[in-house]
C-alpha cells in the first residue's frame, strides 16, 4: 500500500465554529477558552467572519454547522446574532443547512436569545448540563444550578426547538451511583431528543489537574465509571433512546449530523481561536491565544498552527476505530469509495479472528461491534492498528 494520502477536492460540508469565552472556568475544562471579562469580543467576531470569508469557497456547499465553546451564549444577543449571520452569510442560501446547532449553557440563553436563535435558523441546540446535583456542579466549577439547567430545556421547547441535546457528565468525584441514577431520572423526565453523556478524564492544565496531583480529588475506579455507564444506557434504552455511539443516544430521527461527520471520517472545516478542521487530507489546528489568532487573521494569513498530513495509512486507522463507535459501524461502500479497495483486503486475518471470536458483526453492507465487543472495545481496535509501511 503507498503511503501517501489521497487528496480528496470537496470542499467539506460541515464547518465547526469556536467561540473561545465563558462566563466562568470550570475545573475540569481543557478545551480553548477564556474568561469573557476584558475580553476583545467584537475584534474576535470581526476576525472570525474575515478568517471564514478567506477560506470557505463562494457560497459554501455546507450541510451542517456547529458553533461550540468555550460558550456561544457567554456572548450579548447581538454578538452571537451576529456570528450566526456571518456563519450563514458564507454558506449556499439556496441548500437549507441539514443541522445548525449551538451549544447553550443553562442559565445564560433567555427566552429573547432563544428564539433569536430559532429565527436565525438554528435547529439544533446542545445544553450543557453535566449532572443535576447542586453540590456537584460547585464542585466541578459550573457556574449555574440544576434548576437552570431544568428552565433553559423549557424555554427551549416554548421557543420552538425541537431537537435539544444535553451534555452529562460520570465518574465525577465523590459521585455515588445514587447521585448518577438520580441525575439520569431527572434527564428523561425532561422534554429532550438527544444525550451526549462522557467519564470524567483529568486533562493537564486544569484545576482537578493540580488537586489531583496534590492528592485532594480521587477518580472514581474505572469499575464504577463502567457501571455508570451501563446503567445510563439501560435507562436511556428505556425511555426510548437508542445508542447510536458509544456516548450519544438519540430518539428516533434526533441524531447529530454534524458529529457523524467526525465518525464517519469525514473532512470538516474549523474557524476560530484552537479551532480544529480536516481538509485535502490535512488535520489542522489553529492558534489557540487570542493575540496570536487575531494578529494572524488580520496580517492576511491562515491563523494555523500546526497540520499533520494525514496518511493512508492512519486514514484507514481512524475510518475503523471511528466507525466501530457508531451502531451503523464501518460503511463498506464509503470504505471502498475512499479507498478503493474493501476492508477485507486491509485485515484479511483481523476480521476473521475477531468474527469468530464473536467480537465483531458483518451485516454485509457495513462492520459492527457485537455487545462483546463493544466491552473488549479496546481490544478490538488495537487489532486494526496498521504498520505505517503495511
Ligand atoms: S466546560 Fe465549557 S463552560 Fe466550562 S470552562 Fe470549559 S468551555 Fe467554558
Redesign the pocket.
Known amino acids: 500500500m503507498m503511503n501517501v494520502q489521497k487528496k480528496v477536492p470537496a470542499s467539506p460540508a460541515s464547518i465547526y465554529v469556536h467561540i473561545p469565552f465563558?462566563r466562568y472556568?470550570?475545573f475540569y475544562?481543557d478545551?480553548n477558552?477564556f474568561f469573557i471579562e476584558n475580553q476583545p469580543v467584537d475584534d474576535y467576531i470581526e476576525q472570525l467572519d474575515r478568517e471564514m470569508k478567506r477560506v470557505l469557497p463562494e457560497t459554501a456547499p455546507v450541510d451542517t454547522v456547529y458553533v461550540g465553546?468555550?460558550?456561544p451564549t457567554a456572548l450579548a444577543m447581538d454578538q452571537l446574532r451576529r456570528v450566526l449571520r456571518d456563519v450563514k452569510k458564507r454558506t449556499d442560501s439556496s441548500r437549507p443547512l441539514r443541522e445548525f446547532s449551538v451549544e447553550v449553557?443553562p442559565g445564560e440563553a433567555d427566552r429573547a436569545k432563544l428564539d433569536m436563535m430559532k429565527e436565525e435558523g438554528v435547529t439544533r441546540l446542545s445544553i450543557?448540563v453535566q449532572t443535576f446535583n447542586d453540590s456537584l456542579l460547585q464542585k466541578i466549577g459550573r457556574g449555574h444550578s440544576a434548576a437552570e439547567a431544568e428552565e433553559t430545556v423549557r424555554l427551549a421547547r416554548e421557543s420552538g426547538f425541537d431537537n435539544i441535546s444535553i451534555d452529562l457528565m460520570f465518574g465525577l468525584p465523590e459521585q455515588t451511583m445514587a447521585d448518577w441514577k438520580d441525575t439520569i431520572t431527572r434527564a428523561v423526565q425532561l422534554d429532550i431528543d438527544h444525550v451526549s453523556a462522557y467519564s470524567l478524564k483529568i486533562e493537564e492544565k486544569t484545576m482537578f489537574y493540580n488537586w489531583y496531583r496534590q492528592g485532594k480529588i480521587k477518580p472514581l475506579p474505572e469499575d464504577t465509571e463502567a457501571d455508570m455507564y451501563e446503567e445510563l444506557e439501560e435507562a436511556l434504552a428505556g425511555a426510548g433512546f437508542y445508542a447510536y455511539e458509544i456516548s450519544n443516544f438519540a430518539k428516533p430521527g434526533k441524531e447529530s449530523e454534524h458529529n457523524k461527520t467526525y465518525w464517519r471520517n469525514e473532512e470538516y472545516y474549523g474557524f476560530g481561536a484552537g479551532a480544529h478542521g480536516y481538509k485535502d487530507g490535512v488535520r489542522y489546528a489553529n492558534l489557540g491565544p487570542l493575540p496570536h489568532y487575531l494578529k494572524a487573521v488580520k496580517a492576511g494569513s491562515h491563523p494555523v498552527k500546526d497540520t499533520h498530513e494525514v496518511s493512508r495509512t492512519e486514514n484507514i486507522e481512524e475510518e475503523m476505530f471511528m466507525g466501530l463507535r457508531m451502531k451503523e459501524g464501518v460503511s463498506a461502500e464509503r470504505f471502498n469509495r475512499k479507498f478503493n479497495c474493501s476492508y477485507y483486503d486491509i485485515y484479511p486475518q483481523a476480521l476473521q479472528e475477531l468474527t469468530a471470536e464473536g467480537l465483531l458483526y458483518d451485516s454485509g453492507s457495513g462492520l459492527q461491534l457485537t455487545e462483546k465487543g463493544k466491552l473488549l472495545g479496546n481490544e478490538v481496535f488495537a487489532r486494526f492498528l496498521l504498520d505505517e509501511e503495511s
Do not use: M
Request: hydrophobic share 20%; net charge positive; with cysteine.
Open positions: 465563558c472556568i470550570c475544562c478545551f477558552k465553546g468555550g460558550t449553557n450543557g
